[in-house]
Structures are given as structure tokens and as C-alpha cells.
């Protein structure tokens, strides 16, 4: 699978990348749907079966559409390449073409398309957030918007700035004052797509869902993946993520690592972003995106006041 990474340096470069992936993602659905037909035509329950096999692909091949090409597009392809937004992609690249191919086969659109037509809004934007800010724990690189950027976005997703601005000007404000914004503590993952449970939804903090088993309470990023493990929870139910397996003491520690909160995180959490080649993980900036914010946005010390003071 790929990483989330530039997806060219000029508009050519993007345009061939996004039309690729376009046609990855379209042959995948396609060929969903068409095994889901044959299978429908085999009777209602199958029939029911067929529908709800098609919802679920779509929704897990969503997550993965979101969290590698969302960045991508928003954040890391540099301003003079970006021939359109992530949500003008999926929703006119992918979304428009998915619901051509169930039209074509007479079948409904999953129950929850207007939860996901919402999501294209914020979703993506929320994630970056949470791999910027846990970077260290994965083998990518990773940077903040620059001030042009972030008017782009502004232009882009009308209230971007309200409701994820806030969250950048205060990692810049610490980098500039020193303090690299790193977390102390284990991203909570998705028991069921695994990605880390920080969707901030427009004018609300992060929202958790949750449901308990036998005495194990179970979390997910989204109704829709609550759905999904609640169809199949025998199957589910028994695995568990990085952080409930470090929770349950799974994870191999030193005995150092027991007496000591440093090392305990260096162990692990920042030791995920070691690969062969080095450490990843990294701001390849070394928030000099940051320090433009001081430099070229005289909007900013007021928007830190503002934060500051909410």
C-alpha cells in the first residue's frame, strides 16, 4: 500500500498520479459489485448479504482512500502542482463513478452515504492532524501547512480555518517557542479499520464511539465501522489493536522501561518510526513551516490570542 507522500511536483505529474489511483480504486468497486450481483440474484438473504458486502468494501477502501491520498493532495503536494481538492477528487473521481456502477446493477446506496458525503467535508483533515502530531510512531515524514497553504484550504473547505486553523497555530506557536509538539501518550485505534481515533468534527472536540462486550468496551472513529463490527462480531471481537495489546502488557519491555516513563514511550511508541534506512517519523522541516507563521502571517499572534483565550 502506499504512503501518504506528494503526488508530483506540477500539475501533469498529479493529474496522471490521481487518474492511476482513480482506476485502482473504480476496478476494485466494479469488481465488488459485480460479485455482489451474482451473488444477490441467489436469493433475499444472499441478497442482503450481497448489499451489505458492498457497503462494507466501500466504507474500508474509504479509510485507506483517506488516509494515503487525503494528506496527499491537502498537504503535501506543493501548491503550484494541485489541480483540485481531495473531496473534489473523491467525490467527483470515485463517489460520482461508485454510484454510476450501483445504478447500473440496480442497487441502492449504502444506508450511510450522507454521513459519508459529510465526512469528505473534515475527515482527511482531522487525520493529518493526528499523523502530524504522532508522526514519530510511523515511517513516513510529515509537515505543517505553510500560511499559503492554509488560505488555499481555507478557499478550498469554507470554515477549515475555525475548525482545524486553531489546531496548527498552537503546534507552531510551540515550535517556536521550543517545545516540538510530541504527544505522551499511545494513539487509541479503531477496533475496527485501526486508524487513531482523532476525528474532530466541525465545532466538536473528538468523537469516540463505543460499545461493550463481556466486560470489554470496544472504540471506533466513525458510527459506520461501529456498524460494520456489530455484522460481524465473532470475527472481530478477539483481536486487538497495538494499544490494546501494550495495555494488556503484550508488548515486550525492558525492565528499565517499567521504572521509567521516558523510556517507556521510547520503547514503545518513537521506536515504531525506526525502519532499516533510520529514523522516519521526522518533520523534514524542522518547523521552519512554523516559523513563516511568525515571519509572513500577521493574522497569526491574534489568532493565538484568540485561541489562547477560548
Not at 473534515?122 to 493526528?130: I, T, V
Not at 510512531?137 to 478550498?156: D, Q, S
Not at 501518550?185 to 481515533?197: E, G, K
Not at 466486560?215 to 483481536?239: A, D, L, T
Amino acid at each position: 500500500m502506499d504512503k501518504p507522500k506528494s503526488l508530483g511536483s506540477n500539475p501533469e505529474e498529479v493529474k496522471s498520479e490521481l487518474a492511476r489511483r482513480a482506476e485502482l480504486i473504480s476496478t476494485r468497486l466494479k469488481r465488488t459489485i459485480e460479485f455482489a450481483n451474482k451473488l444477490g440474484k441467489r436469493g433475499r438473504q444472499l441478497k442482503e448479504a450481497a448489499e451489505y458486502y458492498i457497503a462494507k468494501s466501500f466504507w474500508l477502501n474509504w479509510r485507506a482512500i483517506a488516509a494515503l491520498t487525503g494528506p496527499s493532495m491537502d498537504y503535501l503536494t506543493p501548491l503550484d502542482g494541485r489541480i483540485m481538492s481531495f473531496r473534489e477528487f473523491i467525490t467527483e473521481w470515485v463517489g460520482a463513478q461508485f454510484k454510476r456502477q450501483l445504478e447500473d446493477y440496480g442497487i441502492e446506496l449504502p444506508w450511510y452515504w450522507k454521513y459519508w458525503e459529510e465526512e469528505t467535508k473534515w475527515w482527511h483533515h482531522s487525520f493529518e492532524l493526528g499523523i502530524y502530531l504522532w508522526r514519530r510512531t510511523l515511517n513516513i515524514h510529515n509537515r505543517g501547512p505553510t500560511p499559503e497553504e492554509r488560505r488555499w484550504l481555507e478557499e478550498k473547505y469554507p470554515g477549515w480555518e475555525e475548525n482545524f486553523g486553531r489546531y496548527w497555530d498552537l503546534y507552531a506557536k510551540n515550535y517556536i517557542e521550543g517545545r516540538p509538539p510530541l504527544p505522551k501518550t499511545a494513539p487509541l485505534l479503531c477496533n475496527m479499520c485501526q486508524v487513531p481515533l482523532i476525528s474532530i468534527k466541525p465545532g466538536r472536540h473528538v468523537v469516540i464511539y463505543q460499545k461493550e462486550i463481556n466486560g470489554r468496551v470496544y472504540n471506533f472513529c466513525s458510527p459506520v465501522c461501529m456498524w460494520i463490527f456489530e455484522q460481524e462480531v465473532e470475527r472481530y471481537k478477539g483481536h486487538m489493536t497495538y494499544v490494546d495489546r501494550m495495555a494488556a502488557m503484550k508488548i515486550k519491555l525492558s525492565p528499565e522501561a517499567l521504572t521509567n516513563i521516558e523510556r517507556l514511550w521510547d520503547e514503545i511508541i518513537w521506536n515504531m518510526g525506526f525502519t532499516e534506512a533510520g529514523e522516519a517519523g521526522l518533520d523534514p522541516t524542522n518547523g521552519a513551516w512554523a516559523l513563516l507563521y511568525k515571519e509572513k502571517d500577521p493574522e497569526y499572534q491574534k489568532r493565538i490570542a484568540k485561541w489562547m483565550e477560548a
